[in-house]
């Protein structure tokens, strides 16, 4: 069946590093890819997206391709800071309309 | 729209007692879905409903799990009866023509059985 991975965290950068947390997905077909994101005590929010290979999603600086020759989906950014200390997730939608996700990745920002 | 609305925030309740959780969707979304959250198995996918009827409920961990949606701004999920293993992190999310468009996801509910 689908599946996502996500690389395991917990990830500490300090502040305006680059960041980089990899996804790689198993799927028949053409999945859509997102990447949301958890602060805490709250929801997920969607972060970016993308539903067809080579389509860059793109949202608050972050921003993941859809390669598809790789199955991956990586999330980066080139500058961090403090607020996006948050739990990651990967996530991708195939034929069914439900949400795959990964494990999460906690971030973790230092000044 | 004040987003998708779950409650209660937080549950605390003995082995063996019935819990309701309740999800009040966004106005218009056709696709409801409840997930639950744990440290050691991610989301889960419990299951999904397209229009108030239930299309996969393969993640219902056990026959203790039910679910209902009577309308298309209400929809609870119950555990009768409950045990220490259910605590977890409950999210409910709604859609509008399923996950290609975004998923908006509720701030969950936090339950404790102890």
């Known amino acids: 069946g689908d599946s996502v991975t996500q690389m395991e965290g917990p990830v500490t950068l300090s502040e305006e590093a680059f960041l980089t947390i990899n996804c790689t997905y198993t799927?028949?077909?053409?999945?859509?890819l997102f990447w949301y994101v958890q602060y805490p005590g709250e929801g997920l929010q969607l972060l970016l997206k993308?539903?067809?290979?080579?389509d860059k999603g793109s949202n608050k600086g972050f921003e993941a391709t859809y390669r598809k020759e790789t199955t991956s989906f990586h999330l980066e950014k080139g500058s961090v800071q403090v607020s996006d200390s948050a739990v990651y997730f990967c996530?991708?939608?195939?034929?069914?309309?439900?949400?795959?996700f990964g494990k999460g990745t906690s971030l973790l920002v230092t000044p | 729209d004040a987003g998708v609305i779950q409650s209660p925030r937080h549950e605390v309740t003995e082995m063996g007692q019935e819990v309701t959780l309740r999800c009040k969707p966004i106005s218009g979304h056709d696709y409801l879905f409840w997930y639950r959250q744990t440290m050691m198995r991610g989301l889960e996918l419990l299951i999904y409903f397209n229009n108030n009827v239930p299309i996969d409920d393969s993640g219902m961990p056990e026959d203790r799990f039910s679910a209902k949606m009577p309308n298309a701004s209400f929809s609870t999920l119950k555990i009768q009866p409950s045990e220490p293993r259910d605590s977890a992190v409950y999210f409910c999310?709604?859609?509008?023509?399923?996950?290609?468009?975004?998923?908006?996801f509720g701030q969950g509910t936090r339950l404790t059985v102890v």
């Open positions: 993308a539903t067809k290979a080579d």
């Open positions: 996530a991708l939608a195939n034929s069914g309309y439900a949400l795959n």
């Open positions: 799927a028949t077909g053409y999945p859509s």
């Open positions: 999310a709604s859609s509008f023509q399923g996950v290609n468009t975004e998923a908006f």
